[in-house]
């Protein structure tokens, strides 16, 4: 059986665990992700063999007018995760800082830089997109 790695939400109801994680990670600066993350930027990572452990019920779903939902605990405010427009219910991207263990991922980009706040400073080398990677 493989590994699975487990996050949790702040008050701790939510709980998922995820087998595998995307190559494809990046830190986020859109405004949607400052917004929703109450942060400088987010950092999402697709998963797979994701599923809910705990509190699935207090889950909701904020669909944006541009089609992109995001999920956040109702208990709590904690910002979980983001379904880019038109992906199938299972296609989450998960807000890496929830897991309760280090991960074996490596943000590899900034995205969406043209939106960075100006009291944010990018000195980690990685490369930097003004809009998505266009992968
Ligand atoms: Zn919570
Ligand atoms: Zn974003």
Same mark, same amino acid.
């Given at each position: 059986?493989?590994?699975? !790695?487990?996050?949790?939400?702040?008050?701790?109801?939510?709980?998922? @665990?995820?087998?595998? +994680? #995307?190559?494809?990670?990046?830190?986020?600066?859109?405004?949607?992700?400052?917004? +929703?993350?109450?942060? /400088?930027?987010?950092? =999402?990572?697709?998963?797979? @063999?994701?599923?809910?452990?705990?509190?699935?019920?207090?889950?909701?779903?904020?669909? /944006?007018?541009?089609?992109? #939902?995001? *999920? +956040?605990?109702?208990?709590?405010?904690? #910002? *979980?995760?983001?379904? #880019?427009?038109?992906?199938?219910?299972?296609?989450? @991207?998960? /807000?890496?800082?929830?897991?309760?263990?280090?991960?074996?991922?490596?943000?590899?980009?900034?995205?969406?830089?043209?939106?960075?706040?100006?009291?944010? =400073?990018? /000195?980690?080398? *990685?490369?930097? !997109?003004?809009?998505?990677?266009?992968?």
């Amino acid at each position: 059986m493989n590994k699975t !790695y487990q996050g949790s939400c702040l008050c701790g109801q939510i709980r998922f @665990e995820a087998g595998g +994680f #995307s190559q494809q990670a990046a830190h986020c600066h859109c405004t949607m992700c400052r917004k +929703f993350h109450g942060a /400088a930027f987010g950092t =999402l990572v697709g998963v797979s @063999e994701f599923r809910w452990l705990a509190g699935q019920a207090l889950v909701r779903e904020y669909r /944006a007018d541009n089609g992109t #939902s995001r *999920l +956040f605990c109702t208990n709590c405010g904690a #910002s *979980l995760a983001f379904r #880019s427009k038109g992906a199938p219910s299972d296609g989450l @991207e998960i /807000a890496i800082a929830l897991f309760d263990e280090p991960v074996p991922v490596k943000p590899g980009a900034h995205i969406y830089t043209r939106y960075q706040a100006n009291w944010t =400073l990018i /000195a980690d080398g *990685l490369p930097q !997109y003004p809009e998505g990677r266009g992968e």
